[in-house]
């Protein structure tokens, strides 16, 4: 998910901020780059935890080279899973024949998620694979994978460098996908390190080629505590296409539990 | 209903939505959201051979309205209306007026988990498998819609859910028997005799009025998901043998459906690992007749697969490969199609903007000579509408395959524009 995504990268990069402000721990012994690339990324979700469940509004624009267009229209609800990965549920509203669908991810630490579909015309709930991490995701530039949640263990991760951005400075860490049928060889991460907000993902596949950048801008501030990208842009370099997703109307803390994110909650999503 | 009245069905559809809206501010109930939504589509079949029967036309085509209104509480609480209405040129029985959905859903806390109380017409899904559907149960097939038996119709009931950590747990009492939709005279799919959609007939005493009981036990297992039922109560399907036909007014033979009193056990599951899908469906029946008309428990499986090979070629393509096997313990002697057949399909989703996605599909009797195949191609052309073309080829008949014999020269081809809003 997208928004676990930024809210954990974002919260990597704040726990670093809390931390060197703090001095603490002192460095005993010189850290590697991947010690430190793991320290800011769990940094950032001891930041991330607490946020209970929020939901949203999310609205893709798919731009082909020509310049065509294509919008879709999702609604994503989270929910914190405590010793977990976050639990998840996409309900479309556009393009209108897929309207009603609706798509529920329990994200795992250690094994593969686990991810249903319900089929609103045949009121089907469908149990699917979560091996297709490489997919796209609704036709968009973005794949499951990418929309997928960022845990931690998921990766390796090293530091490479500190360098400028925008009015602040990030940090620069790559980081190695542990799946094997992830669809990258790495990805190259920004955070700026006052806030630990992502600005910038670089995605290469598996022969090492830029495939594609994703850019995050319009950051908003929930709960005091939470920030929240509301427009990430994914282009993909080798086919010149690229999808705008712009993410509205978060909401903290609602009335969602538990029992929004079964089977039988799956089937009354609106 | 048998006139073409789209824009009445619309118009009722928002006055509908408006009056519930007025009714819930006037007992001071709050609305929280509400919404219409729904398909228009339009749609034209061909037979490209002549009927096997007396009176069959070769063509199908009209349309379906299906709007779908919802209205929800601040609490949660929602009142769902979907009407269904086709009109078709071909066959004056496949035009029909269905209330596919017509509920009011309420819920709340239990213990750790949760109950859930559906009230009304709905429809409800048991299963996994893809060749058929054959622990499904709760609702009468709307058979004229499409000989695949997916369409249903809307089923009265009280459906009561409880929910919790050790899985959901599901009791049904359907109140009300709907007859199963046949073709008629001018319409193809059908046997040689037409089946009466005026005299019907019933095991139980208290007819179409019988409360049939069901459940239903699911849970996940980690990778397995597993569903065990039992329904019990009158039949879905009708006994077509167990009645002698009738003749009409106008001296035509008729064959009379007859509902029986049965019960059903049932066991779905799922195994999915990486990219495999393992499917099981199996039921035990007792009380229903068989091809013949006699009484005959019975016990029907399919059991099957699906594995997907994603991004092929380094593209966005997924080539799904599908297999399933379908048993029936009656042989010969069963009422469908599925005594003895191996189900294989290819299913291409080129996972674009458009959504494009082909599936070819073969079922082989494996027994006699019978084959027949399905094509289907889907693709959204805007964000409203789509497009679906679908074909049946029936490639080859056993003339020891009754159920397939009656039905020889119906292959297809369909063509449906779909306008979604």
Partial sequence: MIHTLTVRLALICSCLALVVSLGWPPPARAETPEEKGLRIAREARERGKGFGNFTASQTMVLRNKQGQESKRQVRIKVLEAPGDGDKSLFVFDEPRDVKGTAFLIHAHKDKADDQWLYLPALKRVKRISSSNRSGSFMGSEFSYEDMGSSEVERFTYKYLRDEPCGDSTCTVVERFPLAKRSAYRRQVVWQDKDELRVWRVEYYDRKNAHLKTLTLAKYEKHLDRYWQAGELTMVNHLTGKSTVLSATDYKYRTKLNERDFTRTGLKRAR | ?421
């Avoid at chain 2, 919802?70 to 609490?75: C, R």
């Avoid at chain 2, 009407?83 to 078709?88: A, T, V």
């Avoid at chain 2, 097939?141 to 695949?148: C, G, I, K, S, Y």
């Avoid at chain 2, 690992?273 to 006699?294: D, F, M, P, T």
């Fill in chain 2, 1 to 421: 209903m048998r006139r073409a009245v789209r824009p009445l069905i619309l118009l009722a559809a928002s006055l509908a939505l408006g009056g519930v809206l007025a009714a819930g501010a006037a007992l001071g109930i709050e609305i929280a959201d509400h919404e219409l939504s729904g398909r228009l589509a339009l749609e034209g079949r061909w037979y490209y051979q002549d009927g096997a029967h007396a009176g069959q036309r070769s063509h199908a085509g009209g349309f379906v309205v299906e709007p779908n209104l919802y209205v929800e509480d601040a609490e949660g609480r929602s009142l769902t209306v979907a009407p269904f209405f086709r009109y078709d040129a071909g066959d004056r029985r496949r035009t029909h007026f269905d209330v596919r959905e017509a509920y009011l859903l309420l819920l709340g806390e239990i213990g750790d988990g949760e109950w859930e109380l559906r009230l009304g017409a709905d429809r409800v899904f048991w299963g996994v498998a893809e060749s058929r559907h054959l622990v499904d149960i709760v609702n009468q097939t709307d058979l004229v819609e499409h000989p695949n038996e997916e369409s249903k119709l809307g089923q009265p009931m009280a459906h009561l859910t409880w929910s919790a950590e050790w899985g959901v747990l599901e009791f049904f009492a359907l109140t009300y028997h709907r007859e199963r939709t046949f073709p008629g005279r001018s319409g193809r799919l059908r046997p040689g005799l037409v089946v009466d959609d005026e005299r019907v007939s019933y095991e139980s005493a208290a007819g179409e009025w019988h409360v049939d009981m069901a459940a239903r036990y699911s849970h996940s297992f980690g990778p397995v998901d597993l569903g065990v039922s039992v329904f019990d109560g009158t039949s879905r399907e009708p006994c077509l043998a167990c009645e002698l036909p009738r003749l009409n007014e106008r001296g035509e033979l008729l064959l009379v459906p007859h509902y029986e009193q049965i019960r059903q056990f049932g066991v779905d599951a799922q195994l999915t690992v990486e990219s495999w899908l393992l499917k099981l469906e199996a039921i035990h029946r007792a009380g229903a007749g068989n091809q013949i008309g006699v009484e005959q428990d019975y016990a029907a499986l399919v059991v099957g697969g699906e594995y997907t090979f994603n991004g092929i070629f380094e593209s966005d393509v997924d080539l799904g490969l599908l297999a399933e096997w379908n048993h029936d313990g009656r042989g010969s002697k069963a009422t469908n199609v599925f005594d003895n057949d191996a189900f294989v399909g290819v299913r291409v989703a080129l996972n674009d903007v458009q959504s494009t996605d082909f599936v070819v599909s073969m079922l082989a009797d494996l027994e006699h000579s019978t084959r027949s195949l399905v094509v289907e191609f889907n693709r959204r052309l805007t964000d409203q509408w789509s497009l679906h073309l679908e074909g049946l080829f029936i490639l080859a008949v056993d003339e020891a395959d009754l159920t397939h014999y009656q039905t020889r020269r119906d292959s297809f081809v369909e063509v449906t524009a779909t306008y979604n809003f």
